[in-house]
């Protein structure tokens, strides 16, 4: 063996450790991002992030004409999931005096529904009970209202008129099928960013948005680095949640160079798509997703 073979050999053999040491590394930095977050959580509880803006509109209408202007000029009626959202709302109202306003809440048949069909849970039916007064009901459809400044909730007939809240969302499906760089610059041209599901909460948001996609998958603001071997948000949000499909991720052996992460519009799991197919897209004006 050459001199010069023997050091290519010795240089081949340098690279491929510090390569191997520079994964363990990452390994451990992720790691150890996770444990931080982990802890985070487990000693300070933390509120489920307001991810929507909240109008109010001055209108006199019933529950199903309020419903329709917010669709019409906005994105749905308010859902009010837990104490911030509910202080949110309270916030843009006048502070003095007694008022009452729609809220996206209605039980037909039998089953209490938000507006934007996301399902009412266990949470939602608990801060219900704390804060239910008593109400009214007509043709066996009962419709939520919020008197203010008490916060409390009621159910009133859906037919009686009064003021309501609607909300802008701050997810935008789009539906133009586009590969993940385009995607990726339409987003940044409206100065907005390709969606980042960093958590369980955004997650259920991003998902009810890809339920109404034309394509099969919806790219995210998900990305994928050969050098580096680690999928990343374009955001920069560091984050151990993850939503993989099975075989798919960190839980596959497939080649990723090349691919980027969209999310199933049917089942709401992530995988890995090669950045040169084509479909819709979500963009997030929020700065935290």
Request: charged share 20%.
């Given at each position: 063996?050459?001199?010069?073979?023997?050091?290519?050999?010795v240089v081949t053999?340098?690279i491929i450790?510090?390569?191997?040491?520079?994964?363990i590394?990452l390994?451990?930095?992720q790691?150890?991002i996770?444990?931080?977050i982990?802890l985070n959580?487990?000693?300070?509880?933390?509120?489920?992030q307001?991810?929507n803006?909240y109008?109010e509109i001055?209108?006199f209408e019933t529950w199903s004409?309020?419903?329709?202007?917010c669709?019409?000029?906005?994105t749905?009626?308010?859902?009010?999931r837990n104490?911030?959202e509910?202080?949110?709302?309270?916030?843009i109202?006048?502070t003095t005096?007694?008022?009452?306003?729609w809220i996206?809440l209605?039980k037909?048949?039998?089953?209490?529904?938000w507006?934007d069909?996301?399902?009412f849970?266990?949470?939602?039916l608990?801060?219900f009970?704390?804060?239910?007064t008593?109400?009214?009901?007509q043709?066996?459809?009962?419709?939520?209202e919020?008197?203010?400044?008490?916060?409390k909730w009621?159910?009133?007939?859906?037919?009686?008129?009064?003021?309501?809240?609607c909300y802008?969302?701050?997810?935008?499906?789009?539906?133009e099928n586009k590969t993940?760089?385009e995607a990726?610059?339409?987003?940044?041209?409206?100065d907005?960013?390709?969606?980042?599901a960093?958590n369980?909460n955004?997650q259920?948001?991003?998902?009810?948005?890809?339920k109404?996609?034309?394509?099969?998958?919806v790219w995210?603001?998900l990305?994928y680095?050969?050098?580096?071997?680690?999928?990343?948000?374009?955001?920069?949000?560091?984050?151990?949640y993850?939503?993989w499909?099975v075989?798919e991720?960190y839980n596959?052996?497939?080649?990723?160079?090349g691919?980027m992460?969209a999310i199933q519009?049917?089942?709401?799991?992530?995988v890995?798509?090669?950045?040169t197919?084509?479909f819709?897209?979500?963009c997030?004006?929020?700065?935290d997703?």
């Open positions: 063996m050459s001199i010069s073979s023997l050091i290519n050999n053999d340098q450790s510090f390569r191997y040491e520079i994964n590394l390994i451990f930095f790691s150890f996770c444990i931080c982990l959580n487990f000693f300070f509880q933390i509120e489920t307001v991810t803006k109008i001055g209108n004409e309020a419903q329709s202007y669709r019409q000029h906005h749905d009626l308010a859902s009010v104490t911030t509910m202080e949110a709302i309270k916030s109202l006048p005096g007694i008022y009452r306003v996206g209605k037909s048949p039998g089953v209490w529904r507006s069909q996301s399902g849970s266990f949470k939602s608990e801060t009970k704390a804060n239910m008593h109400g009214s009901y043709n066996g459809e009962f419709c939520g919020v008197t203010f400044p008490s916060g009621k159910y009133q007939g859906c037919t009686t008129n009064s003021h309501f809240i802008d969302d701050e997810l935008v499906l789009v539906s993940w760089s990726l610059w339409h987003c940044r041209d409206l907005m960013e390709l969606v980042s960093h369980q955004i259920h948001w991003v998902q009810q948005r890809a109404k996609a034309s394509t099969p998958f995210l603001g990305r680095t050969c050098t580096l071997d680690f999928w990343f948000w374009v955001n920069g949000e560091e984050s151990c993850h939503n499909a075989g991720g596959t052996i497939k080649e990723q160079c691919n992460g519009r049917d089942g709401g799991q992530w890995g798509k090669s950045e197919e084509r819709n897209f979500i997030s004006n929020s700065t997703y």
